[in-house]
């Protein structure tokens, strides 16, 4: 196969897939197939661009076997046809399957990896993301060489990645839903849908608490006003992959296949507001997959650590980070830094305490 781009290449168009087979690649050897007709591919970064403007860069290897038909797209293009209906449920529904598929490559890699918590993680990973951020800006604004060369050194890892991926807001569908209608008050205990059940419709929580269930046992809950759950089944018809209870009295919006496109047309934003949603969705994995590939790479001579004694998930980089800065406070003593330090100061103790 033909590759078209490689992972951490700068994306400047996606494509239309009009027939044939493309497929995305994670290492060397390691490729997954796309196929379809009138798909849209290798679009993720600039959806992601669009709520949260930077540098972006490409998520994965893209490839191309010769048959393949691929038509270039400019993001500017696609962003002005994702309110038309067809244009935009084309894109969710590849969306939908990538995030499905890298979901099932993650669950296989952490299998074996029974001391994995990929809420703690992606707590540790914003956490490192914000104090990054905020050591470069002291960095920028007073000059510290030594700083500087460790913040671009920080911003490099895997994690400081995952954590910008957290701390962008995401746009909500909050007021789309309740000027619409269609709005039902459902009380607590309820069951909205039941894992292994197929499902074609999606939920926006406008307002209480739901829980989420996978095989009986309770793995998040949702607070947040403009939340949206459900969008997988809606756009491939699988079945539930978790089940929803109301934790209290809820108000909820129910959008079915059947009524989506009226509610579509009155809403231009939907297809977008979904599109970013699932792309970050699909970022974070694959940050996930690779970071995990990273730590579990073969070193020759390695001492393996059982997994009680490693911490938490993403410890290991905050530690990394308070420690590096530790010994250059202790040589330079930059006064400027005070604030940030006593800001951060049971991170900082704790893991200089550690050493």
Not at 176 to 195: D, H, I, M, R, Y
Not at 229 to 252: D, N, S, W
Not at 321 to 332: D, G, P, S, Y
Request: overall charge positive; aromatic content about 10%; proline content about 5%.
């Amino acid at each position: 196969m033909e590759r078209i781009h490689k992972h951490r290449d700068t994306p400047d168009q996606c494509w239309v897939l009009r027939q044939g087979k493309v497929a995305f690649g994670i290492k060397e050897g390691e490729t997954y197939p796309i196929e379809g007709v009138n798909m849209i591919v290798a679009a993720e970064e600039f959806i992601l661009g669009w709520g949260a403007p930077g540098l972006q860069f490409r998520l994965y290897d893209f490839y191309k076997e010769r048959d393949a038909v691929l038509i270039p797209v400019q993001p500017e293009r696609l962003r002005e046809l994702l309110p038309k209906y067809t244009v935009g449920f084309a894109l969710n529904q590849h969306l939908a399957r990538m995030a499905l598929v890298t979901a099932n490559i993650l669950r296989e890699r952490r299998s074996v990896d029974k001391s994995a918590d990929v809420e703690t993680y992606n707590a540790n990973a914003k956490k490192y993301y914000f104090a990054v951020t905020e050591l470069g800006e002291i960095a920028d604004k007073f000059r510290f060489p030594p700083i500087l060369q460790l913040v671009e050194k920080l911003k490099n890892e895997l994690i400081y990645e995952a954590g910008r991926i957290h701390a962008v807001p995401e746009k909500t569908l909050f007021d789309v839903a309740t000027q619409k209608g269609g709005v039902a008050s459902v009380p607590g205990n309820t069951v909205l849908c039941e894992q292994g059940t197929e499902g074609d419709e999606l939920f926006i929580l406008n307002r209480g608490t739901l829980d989420v269930f996978v095989k009986g046992a309770k793995v998040a809950s949702l607070s947040e006003a403009g939340s949206v759950i459900g969008e997988i089944a809606l756009f491939l018809g699988e079945h539930r992959t978790a089940t929803l209870r109301t934790a209290g009295a809820c108000e909820i919006t129910r959008l079915k296949r059947d009524n989506l496109k009226a509610f579509v047309e009155g809403n231009p934003i939907f297809f977008e507001t979904i599109a970013a949603s699932v792309s970050k969705r699909i970022r974070n994995t694959f940050v996930l997959i690779r970071d995990f590939d990273k730590k579990n790479q073969p070193h020759p001579g390695k001492i393996e650590i059982p997994a009680f004694l490693l911490g938490k998930p993403g410890e290991d980089k905050l530690a990394h980070l308070f420690r590096e800065l530790h010994n250059i406070q202790r040589f330079k003593r930059f006064e400027q830094l005070k604030p940030f330090i006593e800001k951060h100061k049971a991170d900082y103790q704790h893991f200089n305490e550690l050493k």
